[in-house]
């Protein structure tokens, strides 16, 4: 099995997956229906950025700077794509919450950073992410109708996953400044609970 790619471990920093609507949505859906959306295979995930990074990865502060710009902008992208895209409402409208949550977050880490100081530094993580984002957009433009909803929605899952797992194993860690570090742990529960909003959504669109 390949390794998780990098952009996918960038995204442990994706504040944004503290929509309230989400959490909403989470609290609202059953354990069944999580349970069944894990269980569900999923399609196989569009290619992202082909690179040797783990999750173990060590990265700096300057560096998460320029990360968490590089990973909204990727879940904004793609979810642009889609609203574009899918008829499905429900698709839309999870669209819309990615585009919404992570355009917050992108002001917000601006915000941040301005008032730690901290100048963004590019690092092959960064970059990485944006290849793998546009490969990803590349792979679902070339999908339509349900067949587009189920490998947006899969990736989606695998994101946010992701994104759980490096919280855990590599950003907080890594994270040297307190209010950095803070962040990270204060919007772990909201990660989960858009990682829930997708599973569900994975498993209402039948997939398996």
């Given amino acids: 099995m390949k390794k998780t790619p990098t952009y996918l471990v960038a995204l442990a920093l994706l504040a944004a997956c503290g929509g309230k609507g989400d959490e909403q ?7 069944a229906d999580t349970a069944v ?5 999923a399609p196989q995930p569009a290619p992202v950025a082909d690179t040797t990074a783990t999750a173990g990865a060590t990265v700096t502060d300057p560096q998460i700077a320029a990360i968490v710009v590089a990973a909204n902008n990727v879940d904004i992208e793609a979810g642009k794509l889609a609203k574009s895209k899918t008829s499905n409402p429900k698709v839309k409208e999870f669209a819309e919450r ?3 949550d992570h355009t917050g977050v992108n002001k917000a880490a ?3 950073v301005t008032k730690l100081g901290v100048t963004p530094e590019e690092n092959p993580t960064s970059q990485q992410l944006t290849q793998g984002g546009e490969q990803n957009r590349q ?11 189920r490998a947006y929605v899969s990736n989606e899952v695998t994101y946010h996953q992701a994104v759980l797992d490096a ?3 590599t950003l907080t860690p890594n994270a040297q400044n307190a209010e950095l570090k803070a ?3 204060q919007t772990r529960p909201a990660v989960a609970a858009h990682l829930q909003h997708a599973q569900q959504l994975q498993a209402s669109l039948g997939q398996g």
Avoid: H
């Fill in 25 to 31: 949505n989470a609290a609202n859906g059953s354990a």
């Fill in 37 to 41: 959306a894990a269980s569900t295979p």
């Fill in 98 to 100: 990615m585009i919404t």
């Fill in 110 to 112: 601006t915000d941040l």
């Fill in 139 to 149: 792979s679902l433009q070339g999908k339509s109708g349900a067949d587009f909803d």
């Fill in 167 to 169: 919280i855990d194993k």
């Fill in 183 to 185: 962040l990270l742990q």
